[in-house]
């Protein structure tokens, strides 16, 4: 805290699980921790990966990866707020890579915020560019959420030593929820938000049963375009490190001091 009266940490988690054929373990632990470096290093912040494992029980049916128990996850981010908010921090940032730990970082947020009195937050965009837009629809339009486009064009920017494209030559979808479901992800038809939720209540627990490489969705992983990925990065760091900016201009209210 000598040269930032007002610091502010950056947590960020992800997972070690099976990423495809092609995409290493760490994948989001890896990304999670690049992301939270670039934003500390633009904005004099501090940031911690404070643990590699995520919760990932719905990958288990694949070799190498582990999941800590939802307790695990929960306690290893609250023990890393509550000692940092011991030496007197009062704004976190939290940034999630890995959509299984959502409801458990979200919650962990709360319970923060309510134990240790310091102001927690996890800010999302920018949303509303032509990049992020074009993003959103290729991810709704493709279910690319794991493993797809979308992450192999993040790890060819971030680590491409660790990306093995070979591995996909000649991929075709393997994802499968069977006949009915499967037409449920035309975002085109007019019940579409009905029938995605549908589609949603009715996805196996466990991901083995609906994708046989572990790669989610229909978007050919092979189109992942690294320069596209390098911008939307860096829009994503600059809406970041501009969060950070304004919200130092805020002294710490009243309600978060000692
Ligand atoms: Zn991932």
Redesign the pocket.
């Known amino acids: 805290m000598d040269n930032e009266q007002a610091p502010v940490v950056i947590i960020g988690i992800g997972?070690i699980e099976q990423?495809g054929p092609h995409l290493p373990l760490g994948?989001?632990s890896l990304a999670a921790r690049y992301f939270i470096h670039e934003i500390a290093s633009k904005s004099n912040s501090v940031c911690v990966h404070p643990c590699w494992p995520g919760y990932s029980p719905h990958h288990m049916k694949f070799r190498g990866t582990i999941t800590f128990s939802e307790d695990t996850l929960l306690n290893v981010i609250l023990d890393t707020i509550s000692s940092l908010a011991d030496h007197g921090i009062k704004r976190f940032m939290l940034t999630n890579?890995?959509g299984g730990n959502a409801e458990i970082y979200k919650l962990a947020m709360r319970m923060a915020k309510r134990y240790y009195n310091v102001m927690v937050s996890s800010p999302t965009g920018p949303s509303g560019t032509e990049l992020a837009k074009k993003q959103a629809d290729i991810s709704k339009r493709h279910w690319d959420v794991?493993?797809g486009i979308n992450?192999t064009a993040a790890a060819l920017v971030m680590f491409p030593e660790l990306v093995e494209m070979y591995r996909l030559e000649g991929w075709k979808p393997t994802l499968d929820l069977g006949t009915e479901l499967n037409k449920f992800f035309d975002v085109d038809r007019d019940d579409y938000e009905i029938v995605s939720q549908v589609r949603g209540a009715c996805t196996p627990p466990v991901n083995i049963d609906f994708t046989k490489d572990g790669i989610y969705g229909t978007g050919d992983p092979n189109l992942a375009d690294a320069g596209e990925y390098a911008k939307r990065l860096k829009e994503r760091v600059d809406f970041m490190v501009e969060f950070i900016r304004v919200w130092k201009t805020i002294p710490i209210p009243p309600a978060f001091l000692d």
Request: proline share 0%; aromatic share 0%; hydrophobic share 10%.
């Open positions: 997972s990423h994948m989001d890579h890995h794991h493993s992450e």
